[in-house]
Every structure is written in structure tokens, then in C-alpha cells.
């Protein structure tokens, strides 16, 4: 099953600028993915722009980068991560090393969340919404029906952005709660934060009610080039 990876990396300086050691850094391993990608899965698209290998910076905290990626499976992601190569190109990040910091975020969500043609005006959005939503395991159910039961009205109020959301599949099964992550575009943070006040927000507001917690954050892309 393909999954969207998810990598938050902290930074120990405020972006922008992005430091040029860690731009560098970072586009270099995206062409080394890139190659890596195609000799291990030769019949799959691997070019970064097919797997929207995209990044963001946060808007609340800008010191977080996030990026995403297309997998064919978690266990493929973690392949690359092990592989000889990626470990050399971590082994040379010199100056770099001493600007990111240690407290990196992964987790990976099931299906497509920007990557295929049905997808790809996420990336163009001016700003997105990450909403991870943690849920009581015994509720997981009662909240996939719930939340498909009122997210028209999620993706009416936010149309013509779109709408995409998944089941985190590496969650920890020692933990007594499950992660659905949901993904929209926005014009603006002030429309997204306008969606209380809109009609219909009430109903759609029902499935907080089967939340243990919820963090929201908001990303703008940028390009390493």
C-alpha cells in the first residue's frame, strides 16, 4: 500500500533564510533519493516531482521544516534511510549537522496525499493545514464514520482547495491511540481559522467529541533551489 511520508526537522536557526550548508545539504540528498529510488524500485516513478518530494516551512514555529514524499510502502522508506547511501550523504552533512537538530518528527500516512494527478493542487495551495488527530482506540471506528459522514461539509466550505486525509500505519501499537492525519489547502490561515464561524462548523465540530487530542499547523512550500 503506498504511503506519504511525513519528516519534520527542527532547526536551531529561524527560517527564512534557510542556512546554505543545510539547503545544500538537503538538495543534494534529494537527487541522491532520486537515483536510489529508481535503481531499487525500476518500475515505479522516481523523480521527485512524481513522488512530490515537496518541502514546507511552518508558519507558527518557522524553525520547522517539513517534507513529504510518495512510498510504495513504510518499509520501503526505511530501506532508503538504512541504505549505504543515505547513511554516506548523512555522514557529510559537516556544518549542516550542527544546525538541525536531533528532535526530528516521522510518520508515515496510507495512500496519496500529494503525489497523482488528483492530488497535485495541494501543492499549489498558498498555505496548508496538517491536523494529526489522535483517537482513542476504542473510537476509531465510530470516528471514521462520523468524519466521513461530515466531511462534505469540510470540503465544501474549503472548495477550491482540496481536502485529503489518512490513517498514520507506523503508529506504535504499545499506545492506547490511533492517528488520523488530515491534510487541506487554504487561500489564507484566516480562512481556515473563519471555519468555527461558518454554517455548518457545529455539525462538522461533532467528531472533536471522539478526540483525545489534536495539534494543528500551518506550511507554506518552498523550493531548495
Known sequence: MPVTEFAL????????PLPDPVRTSLAAATRLQDSWHATAFPSLPSSAAARALVWFSQVEDPSWLMTTAKWDSVTAH?????SEENQAVMGQLGEA???????????HVGGEIFSGASNA???????????RMFIPRAN?????AKFLEVNGILEDYAGPDLVRFGWREDIDESLEEEEFVLVCGWE???RHLAFVESQGYARYGEIRNLLARVDVKHYKRFSLE
Not at 526537522?9 to 527564512?16: E, Q, R, S, V, Y
Not at 549537522?97 to 510518520?107: A, P
Not at 476509531?140 to 471514521?144: I, K, L
Open 9 to 16: 526537522l527542527h532547526l536551531t536557526t529561524t527560517f527564512p
Open 78 to 82: 526505511w530501506d532508503w534511510i538504512r
Open 97 to 107: 549537522k550542527s544546525i538541525i537538530s536531533q528532535d526530528t518528527v516521522l510518520f
Open 121 to 131: 493542487a495541494l501543492l499549489e495551495s498558498p498555505v496548508i493545514s496538517v491536523e
Open 140 to 144: 476509531r471506528g465510530s470516528f471514521e
Open 188 to 190: 489564507s490561515i484566516e
